[in-house]
């Protein structure tokens, strides 16, 4: 059975659209072979030039009844609503998609971009935290 996503019924379609956007534009910038960490440079260049509202590397503690049971960083979180995880390989892992919905379990967001710069482009997945 197919089913029809209209744009209404995603969650922040504007933000993740233009995000996206970016995210091509980077890739197509800077091709394929780099480390993460300059991915998230040339992001976060092109969410200032774009006028973005973002943070890096952003801490989350883990919590179990009041006590800090680990740290949990982002790579970014976009206008207070969109936890984007970058990543540079051709699949999408288990432990990458497990990973990026305990950050939006962690800090009570409904969205989440997790994204691979590839040999062939850009791949990304939106992982939905829906309470």
Same mark, same amino acid.
């Given at each position: 059975m197919k089913y029809l996503i209209r744009k209404k019924d995603l969650i922040y379609p504007e933000l993740s659209f233009k995000i996206i956007?970016?995210?091509? +534009?980077?890739?197509?910038?800077?091709? %394929?072979?780099? $480390? +993460? !960490? %300059?991915? $998230? !440079?040339a992001v976060a260049i092109s969410f200032k030039e774009n006028k973005i509202n973002f943070k890096e590397q952003v801490y989350f503690p883990l919590r179990y009844k009041d006590i800090k049971l680990g740290n949990s960083y982002f790579d970014f979180l976009v206008e207070g609503k969109i936890i984007i995880e970058l990543k540079k390989g051709d699949r999408f892992s288990k432990h990458d998609i497990t990973q990026i919905y305990s950050y939006l379990k962690i800090s009570n967001l409904q969205l989440g971009l997790l994204v691979n710069f590839t040999s062939k482009g850009v791949k990304y997945k939106r992982i939905l935290n829906i309470n």
């Open positions: 956007g970016i995210l091509f +534009e980077v890739f197509n910038n800077l091709g %394929y072979g780099y $480390q +993460e !960490k %300059y991915y $998230q !440079k």
